[in-house]
Nanobody
Framework: QVQLVESGGGLVQAGGSLRLSCAASGRTFSASAMGWFRQAPGKEREFVAAINWIGRITYYADSVKGRFTISRDNSKNTVYLQMNSLKPEDTAVYYC?????????????????WGQGTQVTISS
């Protein structure tokens, strides 16, 4: 069993930055791919970024490429999402997720565990 707890959300102005953290419990963290997803009001959940178990392979949604950076520290069982140049359209609840498989999926249906989410609000 893996438990995930996100933190770092908040309210910032457009152009600002936030760093989200996702702390994981459980022995499978260091061997698992991790992903960040988001869901805005009235919209479906969408992929944001993913990283493989050792942190050498990353994927990003086109909408965040060049602005967001995913990273992980396996010694702390934590994955991060550094978000820069934030836009109002980045407003959403952000979720982290764990995939115990060998791939780095961008489809949320392939992830096994999910956190509760953290709210990110960007004002214009």
């Amino acid at each position: 069993q893996v438990q995930l707890v996100e933190s770092g959300g908040g309210l910032v102005q457009a152009g600002g930055s936030l760093r989200l953290s996702c702390a994981a419990s459980g022995r499978t963290f260091s061997a698992s791919a991790m992903g960040w997803f988001r869901q805005a009001p009235g919209k479906e959940r969408e992929f944001v970024a993913a990283i493989n178990w050792i942190g050498r392979i990353t994927y990003y949604a086109d909408s965040v490429k060049g602005r967001f950076t995913i990273s992980r520290d396996n010694s702390k069982n934590t994955v991060y999402l550094q978000m820069n140049s934030l836009k109002p359209e980045d407003t959403a609840v952000y979720y982290c997720a764990v995939d115990r498989g060998l791939t780095v999926p961008t489809d949320g249906r392939e992830y096994d565990y999910w956190g509760q989410g953290t709210q990110v609000t960007i004002s214009s």
